[in-house]
Nanobody, 119 residues
Framework: QVQLVESGGGLVQAGDSLRLSCAAS????????MGWFRQAPGKEREFVAA????????YYVESVKGRFTISRDNAKNMVYLQMNSLKPEDTAVYYC????????????WGQGTQVTVSS
């Protein structure tokens, strides 16, 4: 079992930056693919970014490319999402997720952290 706790959300203005953190416990995440997802009010949860277990493969949804950066520190069991040039449409609850090596899906999820971007 992996427990994930997100932090770093908040209320910011358009153009500002935020860094979300995801602290993992219970297992070392060095063998897990890690991802960030978000869910805006009235919308389905969507993929934002992902990092393969060694960080050698990184993926982003098109809408955040060039603005968001996912990173991980396996030694600290942490995953980060640096968000720059935030837009009102980035407003959502952001979730950290972990995909164990035995699974092709994200089996573990955090409780989410709210990001609100005002115009």
């Amino acid at each position: 079992q992996v427990q994930l706790v997100e932090s770093g959300g908040g209320l910011v203005q358009a153009g500002d930056s935020l860094r979300l953190s995801c602290a993992a416990s219970g297992r070392r995440i060095s063998s897990y693919d890690m991802g960030w997802f978000r869910q805006a009010p009235g919308k389905e949860r969507e993929f934002v970014a992902a990092s393969s277990r060694y960080g050698d493969s990184i993926y982003y949804v098109e809408s955040v490319k060039g603005r968001f950066t996912i990173s991980r520190d396996n030694a600290k069991n942490m995953v980060y999402l640096q968000m720059n040039s935030l837009k009102p449409e980035d407003t959502a609850v952001y979730y950290c997720a972990a995909a164990p090596p035995s699974s092709r899906s994200y089996d573990y999820w955090g409780q989410g952290t709210q990001v609100t971007v005002s115009s």
